[in-house]
Protein backbone atom coordinates (compact mmCIF):
# COMPACT_ATOMS: atom_id res chain seq x y z
CA UNK A 1 0.00 0.00 0.00
CA UNK A 2 1.52 3.32 -0.57
CA UNK A 3 2.06 5.78 2.18
CA UNK A 4 4.92 6.19 4.55
CA UNK A 5 6.71 3.58 5.98
CA UNK A 6 8.94 4.12 9.20
CA UNK A 7 11.66 1.63 10.90
CA UNK A 8 12.03 0.17 13.47
CA UNK A 9 8.31 0.59 15.25
CA UNK A 10 10.15 0.21 18.27
CA UNK A 11 13.39 0.60 20.07
CA UNK A 12 14.72 0.49 23.54
CA UNK A 13 18.55 2.50 23.63
CA UNK A 14 20.68 2.92 26.74
CA UNK A 15 21.74 6.57 26.89
CA UNK A 16 24.41 7.42 25.15
CA UNK A 17 24.02 5.36 22.29
CA UNK A 18 23.33 6.28 18.61
CA UNK A 19 20.75 4.93 16.26
CA UNK A 20 19.08 5.95 12.89
CA UNK A 21 15.24 6.34 12.57
CA UNK A 22 14.62 5.85 8.80
CA UNK A 23 11.36 7.12 6.84
CA UNK A 24 10.01 5.96 3.23
CA UNK A 25 7.35 7.68 1.23
CA UNK A 26 6.17 6.00 -2.02
CA UNK A 27 3.84 8.78 -2.77
CA UNK A 28 6.70 11.10 -4.80
CA UNK A 29 5.87 13.96 -2.20
CA UNK A 30 8.43 16.87 -2.25
CA UNK A 31 8.35 17.70 1.74
CA UNK A 32 8.88 15.43 4.71
CA UNK A 33 9.10 15.66 8.00
CA UNK A 34 10.01 14.43 11.82
CA UNK A 35 8.04 15.24 15.01
CA UNK A 36 7.90 13.98 18.51
CA UNK A 37 4.85 13.18 20.40
CA UNK A 38 4.69 13.43 23.81
CA UNK A 39 1.67 13.42 26.82
CA UNK A 40 0.18 16.27 26.91
CA UNK A 41 2.17 18.49 24.08
CA UNK A 42 0.95 17.19 20.86
CA UNK A 43 3.29 16.97 17.93
CA UNK A 44 6.85 19.17 17.84
CA UNK A 45 8.49 19.67 14.47
CA UNK A 46 12.48 18.31 15.14
CA UNK A 47 13.26 18.92 11.53
CA UNK A 48 11.68 18.77 7.46
CA UNK A 49 12.83 18.69 4.51
CA UNK A 50 11.00 21.28 2.35
CA UNK A 51 12.38 19.46 -1.01
CA UNK A 52 15.17 16.59 -2.01
CA UNK A 53 18.45 18.37 -0.87
CA UNK A 54 17.10 20.81 1.82
CA UNK A 55 16.81 20.54 5.54
CA UNK A 56 16.15 22.58 8.14
CA UNK A 57 15.41 22.94 11.57
CA UNK A 58 12.11 22.67 13.66
CA UNK A 59 10.94 23.52 17.37
CA UNK A 60 13.17 21.10 18.79
CA UNK A 61 16.39 20.45 16.99
CA UNK A 62 18.97 19.69 19.46
CA UNK A 63 19.93 16.33 19.99
CA UNK A 64 19.33 15.28 16.97
CA UNK A 65 20.37 15.40 12.99
CA UNK A 66 18.95 14.45 9.80
CA UNK A 67 19.73 13.47 6.13
CA UNK A 68 17.27 13.66 3.32
CA UNK A 69 19.12 10.65 1.14
CA UNK A 70 16.64 11.07 -1.75
CA UNK A 71 13.17 12.09 -2.18
CA UNK A 72 11.78 9.06 -0.64
CA UNK A 73 13.95 8.55 2.38
CA UNK A 74 14.35 11.09 5.07
CA UNK A 75 16.38 9.75 7.68
CA UNK A 76 16.21 11.18 11.88
CA UNK A 77 19.58 10.39 14.07
CA UNK A 78 20.77 10.30 17.59
CA UNK A 79 24.02 10.31 17.73
CA UNK A 80 24.05 9.90 21.76
CA UNK A 81 20.67 9.17 23.22
CA UNK A 82 19.27 10.77 26.67
CA UNK A 83 16.35 9.79 28.24
CA UNK A 84 14.66 12.84 27.54
CA UNK A 85 14.26 11.34 24.09
CA UNK A 86 11.84 8.86 24.98
CA UNK A 87 9.54 9.61 22.99
CA UNK A 88 7.15 8.33 19.81
CA UNK A 89 8.24 9.67 16.37
CA UNK A 90 6.04 10.45 13.69
CA UNK A 91 7.24 10.78 9.80
CA UNK A 92 5.10 12.62 7.34
CA UNK A 93 5.29 13.65 3.87
CA UNK A 94 3.66 16.16 1.99
CA UNK A 95 2.80 16.64 -1.71
CA UNK A 96 1.63 19.58 -4.16
CA UNK A 97 -1.37 19.78 -2.62
CA UNK A 98 -2.30 20.93 0.45
CA UNK A 99 -6.01 20.11 0.58
CA UNK A 100 -5.47 16.53 1.57
CA UNK A 101 -2.89 17.28 4.55
CA UNK A 102 0.23 15.32 5.71
CA UNK A 103 0.48 11.39 5.44
CA UNK A 104 1.81 10.01 8.43
CA UNK A 105 4.03 7.09 9.70
CA UNK A 106 3.05 4.39 11.94
CA UNK A 107 5.06 5.82 14.27
CA UNK A 108 8.34 4.77 16.41
CA UNK A 109 8.29 4.25 20.06
CA UNK A 110 11.94 5.11 21.53
CA UNK A 111 12.16 4.64 24.88
CA UNK A 112 16.12 5.50 26.22
CA UNK A 113 17.04 4.13 29.41
CA UNK B 1 4.91 31.48 16.69
CA UNK B 2 1.46 30.07 16.24
CA UNK B 3 0.01 28.10 19.19
CA UNK B 4 -2.61 26.12 19.27
CA UNK B 5 -4.88 25.16 22.15
CA UNK B 6 -7.37 22.57 22.21
CA UNK B 7 -10.11 21.97 24.83
CA UNK B 8 -11.32 19.71 26.41
CA UNK B 9 -7.70 17.73 27.09
CA UNK B 10 -10.02 14.64 27.46
CA UNK B 11 -13.52 13.87 27.45
CA UNK B 12 -15.83 10.47 28.14
CA UNK B 13 -19.17 10.51 26.62
CA UNK B 14 -21.87 7.92 26.69
CA UNK B 15 -22.17 5.87 23.19
CA UNK B 16 -25.10 7.79 21.16
CA UNK B 17 -23.94 11.41 23.00
CA UNK B 18 -23.33 14.59 20.64
CA UNK B 19 -19.87 16.28 21.60
CA UNK B 20 -17.56 18.83 20.51
CA UNK B 21 -14.08 19.38 20.42
CA UNK B 22 -12.39 23.04 20.17
CA UNK B 23 -9.12 24.32 18.38
CA UNK B 24 -8.14 28.17 19.00
CA UNK B 25 -5.42 29.62 17.68
CA UNK B 26 -3.85 32.70 19.27
CA UNK B 27 -3.43 33.76 15.53
CA UNK B 28 -5.03 33.84 12.08
CA UNK B 29 -5.71 30.70 10.93
CA UNK B 30 -4.24 29.89 7.43
CA UNK B 31 -5.59 26.21 6.82
CA UNK B 32 -7.21 24.42 9.61
CA UNK B 33 -6.63 20.22 9.99
CA UNK B 34 -8.11 17.91 11.91
CA UNK B 35 -6.42 14.55 12.26
CA UNK B 36 -7.38 11.09 14.50
CA UNK B 37 -5.35 9.11 15.72
CA UNK B 38 -5.58 6.10 17.46
CA UNK B 39 -3.45 4.17 20.46
CA UNK B 40 -0.16 3.31 19.08
CA UNK B 41 -0.71 4.12 15.14
CA UNK B 42 0.10 7.12 13.23
CA UNK B 43 -2.93 10.17 12.41
CA UNK B 44 -5.32 9.74 9.64
CA UNK B 45 -6.14 13.50 7.90
CA UNK B 46 -10.07 14.09 8.50
CA UNK B 47 -10.28 17.43 7.29
CA UNK B 48 -9.07 20.69 6.16
CA UNK B 49 -10.55 24.45 6.56
CA UNK B 50 -9.40 27.83 5.10
CA UNK B 51 -12.01 29.82 5.23
CA UNK B 52 -13.98 32.03 7.43
CA UNK B 53 -17.15 30.89 8.11
CA UNK B 54 -16.39 27.02 6.32
CA UNK B 55 -17.51 23.85 7.56
CA UNK B 56 -17.30 20.21 6.03
CA UNK B 57 -18.78 17.00 7.03
CA UNK B 58 -17.39 13.50 6.66
CA UNK B 59 -20.05 10.80 7.91
CA UNK B 60 -21.16 11.79 11.54
CA UNK B 61 -18.07 14.12 12.15
CA UNK B 62 -18.37 17.93 11.30
CA UNK B 63 -15.61 21.05 11.21
CA UNK B 64 -16.21 24.30 11.11
CA UNK B 65 -14.06 27.65 10.97
CA UNK B 66 -15.20 30.33 12.72
CA UNK B 67 -15.28 33.76 10.24
CA UNK B 68 -12.38 35.53 12.54
CA UNK B 69 -10.60 32.27 11.45
CA UNK B 70 -8.92 31.94 14.79
CA UNK B 71 -11.30 28.76 16.76
CA UNK B 72 -12.25 25.63 14.61
CA UNK B 73 -14.69 22.84 16.13
CA UNK B 74 -15.14 19.63 15.76
CA UNK B 75 -18.92 18.13 16.19
CA UNK B 76 -19.76 14.40 16.80
CA UNK B 77 -22.86 13.39 16.46
CA UNK B 78 -23.67 10.08 17.99
CA UNK B 79 -20.91 8.85 19.42
CA UNK B 80 -19.42 5.36 18.97
CA UNK B 81 -16.90 3.18 20.17
CA UNK B 82 -15.25 3.57 16.93
CA UNK B 83 -14.70 7.13 17.25
CA UNK B 84 -12.31 6.64 20.10
CA UNK B 85 -8.97 8.18 20.10
CA UNK B 86 -7.24 11.31 19.97
CA UNK B 87 -7.84 14.17 18.22
CA UNK B 88 -5.13 17.06 17.37
CA UNK B 89 -5.90 19.85 15.28
CA UNK B 90 -2.79 21.44 12.63
CA UNK B 91 -2.21 25.02 11.72
CA UNK B 92 -0.65 26.01 8.45
CA UNK B 93 2.14 28.84 8.63
CA UNK B 94 0.75 32.48 7.36
CA UNK B 95 3.36 32.42 4.73
CA UNK B 96 2.37 29.31 3.15
CA UNK B 97 1.71 30.25 -0.63
CA UNK B 98 -0.12 28.85 -3.61
CA UNK B 99 -1.02 25.06 -3.27
CA UNK B 100 1.72 23.75 -0.59
CA UNK B 101 1.35 24.66 3.10
CA UNK B 102 4.51 23.96 4.56
CA UNK B 103 5.05 22.72 8.53
CA UNK B 104 1.73 22.35 10.67
CA UNK B 105 1.97 23.18 14.23
CA UNK B 106 -0.45 21.21 16.35
CA UNK B 107 -2.66 20.92 18.96
CA UNK B 108 -1.95 19.34 22.21
CA UNK B 109 -4.28 16.60 21.46
CA UNK B 110 -8.09 15.17 23.03
CA UNK B 111 -8.58 11.92 24.10
CA UNK B 112 -12.07 10.83 23.01
CA UNK B 113 -13.15 7.82 25.51
CA UNK B 114 -16.63 6.51 24.32
CA UNK B 115 -18.18 3.94 26.04
CA UNK B 116 -20.79 1.50 24.76
Known amino acids: NAGVTQTPKFQVLKTGQSMTLQCAQD?????MYWYRQDPGMGLRLIYY???????DKGEVPNGYNVSRLNKREFSLRLESAAPSQTSVYFC????????????FGSGTRLTVV | SQELEQSPQSLIVQEGKNLTINCTSS?????LYWYKQKYGEGLIFLMM?????EEKSHEKITAKLDEKKQQSSLHITASQPSHAGIYLC????????????????FGQGTILTVHP
Open chain 2, 49 to 53: LQKGG
Open chain 1, 27 to 31: MNHNS
Open chain 2, 90 to 105: GAGPANAGGTSYGKLT
Open chain 1, 92 to 103: ASTGASKVYGYT
Open chain 1, 49 to 55: SASEGTT
Open chain 2, 27 to 31: KTLYG
